[in-house]
Nanobody, 125 residues
Framework: VQLQASGGGLVQAGESLRLSCTAS????????MGWFRQAPGKERELVAA???????YYDDSVKGRFTISRDNDKRTVYLQMNSLKPEDTAVYYC????????????????????WGQGTQVTVSS
């Protein structure tokens, strides 16, 4: 399985971006998907994740601003990011857990077996 992330860029505070992550292969509907981010000098953190049942988890810092969704037919997970803030600046990584139970949302990095290459998001003030 390979994950290809795209959609990052440079925006001003208050603007929006949509990240996409497309998986190769099949059985995408069997994967829980997550979006992590890592800012310089900081640990990688989970931003949002979506279960196989399409239930979602959000970090408190992005609740009400970010929305995660998935399209199993396109083998793609999205992260709609609105009202972006300078503190959202980071490299964003998508990740897949193909062993997740249907309603389970993994919140630690360890269960995710596959990772995308990362896409840079920079928000200027």
């Amino acid at each position: 399985v390979q994950l290809q992330a795209s959609g990052g860029g440079l925006v001003q505070a208050g603007e929006s971006l949509r990240l996409s992550c497309t998986a190769s292969g099949h059985s995408f509907n069997r994967a829980a998907m997550g979006w992590f981010r890592q800012a310089p000098g900081k640990e990688r953190e989970l931003v949002a994740a979506i279960s196989r049942a399409s239930t979602a988890y959000y970090d408190d810092s992005v609740k009400g601003r970010f929305t995660i969704s998935r399209d199993n037919d396109k083998r793609t997970v999205y992260l709609q990011m609105n009202s972006l803030k300078p503190e959202d600046t980071a490299v964003y990584y998508c990740a897949a857990d193909y062993n997740a139970i249907f309603f389970h949302i993994p919140q630690d990095p360890d269960p995710y077996e596959y990772w995308g290459q990362g896409t840079q998001v920079t928000v200027s003030s």
